[in-house]
């Protein structure tokens, strides 16, 4: 299959060197250690590792993909409330999000113009959530920015 990439020997091969030599150019061009180089690729791998098997595990249970699409929600809700103004905010901030996430999931979901699949509705609830935060999140900067700007009048 064309444009898949092939995990194997090889390309562990290639992506040591690459790491080694911007390591070198690092250490080399005076820019800093290159060891923190190494150390950052060896993170990166094992981060990456890590939410492989989580995402892995998700996609691989209704429930759990279920759970997190309440956590996305979680992460997008306290995000924004901060954004906004703080904790005393989130609340409303929630339910905003709500409002606008809510419906669309139903209606996509719901109509099956996207299927009831772990590996479909994460992403796209993901992409509803996310816009409905940046929405959010900007509709409380602008009326807070105007509230202030207006005040005393």
Same mark, same amino acid.
């Given at each position: 299959?064309?444009?898949? /990439?092939?995990?194997?020997?090889?390309?562990?091969? !290639?992506?040591?060197?690459?790491?080694?030599?911007?390591? =070198?150019?690092?250490?080399?061009?005076? #820019?800093?250690?290159? &060891? =923190?180089?190494?150390?950052?690729?060896?993170?990166?791998v094992?981060?990456?590792? #890590?939410?492989?098997?989580? /995402?892995?595990? +998700? #996609?691989?249970?209704?429930?759990?993909?279920?759970?997190?699409?309440?956590?996305?929600?979680? +992460?997008?809700?306290?995000?924004?409330? &901060?954004?906004?103004?703080?904790?005393?905010? #989130?609340?409303?901030?929630?339910?905003? +999000?709500?409002?606008g996430?809510?419906?669309?999931?139903?209606?996509?979901?719901? =109509?099956?113009?996207?299927?009831l &699949?772990? /590996?479909?509705?994460?992403?796209? =609830?993901? +992409? !509803? /959530?996310?816009?409905?935060?940046?929405?959010?999140?900007?509709?409380? &900067?602008?009326?807070?920015?105007?509230?202030?700007?207006?005040?005393?009048?």
């Amino acid at each position: 299959m064309q444009g898949v /990439i092939t995990f194997g020997p090889a390309l562990v091969a !290639v992506l040591v060197l690459l790491t080694l030599a911007g390591a =070198a150019v690092v250490r080399w061009g005076e #820019l800093g250690q290159g &060891r =923190a180089v190494l150390i950052a690729a060896i993170r990166a791998v094992a981060q990456l590792a #890590l939410v492989s098997l989580v /995402i892995t595990a +998700i #996609l691989r249970s209704a429930p759990l993909t279920g759970l997190f699409v309440l956590l996305m929600f979680g +992460i997008a809700a306290v995000t924004s409330a &901060r954004r906004g103004g703080g904790w005393a905010n #989130l609340p409303w901030t929630a339910l905003a +999000i709500t409002a606008g996430v809510a419906p669309v999931l139903a209606l996509v979901l719901g =109509a099956g113009v996207v299927p009831l &699949r772990p /590996i479909a509705v994460v992403p796209i =609830a993901g +992409i !509803v /959530i996310g816009g409905a935060m940046t929405a959010t999140s900007q509709a409380a &900067r602008r009326a807070l920015d105007e509230l202030k700007a207006r005040h005393g009048e």
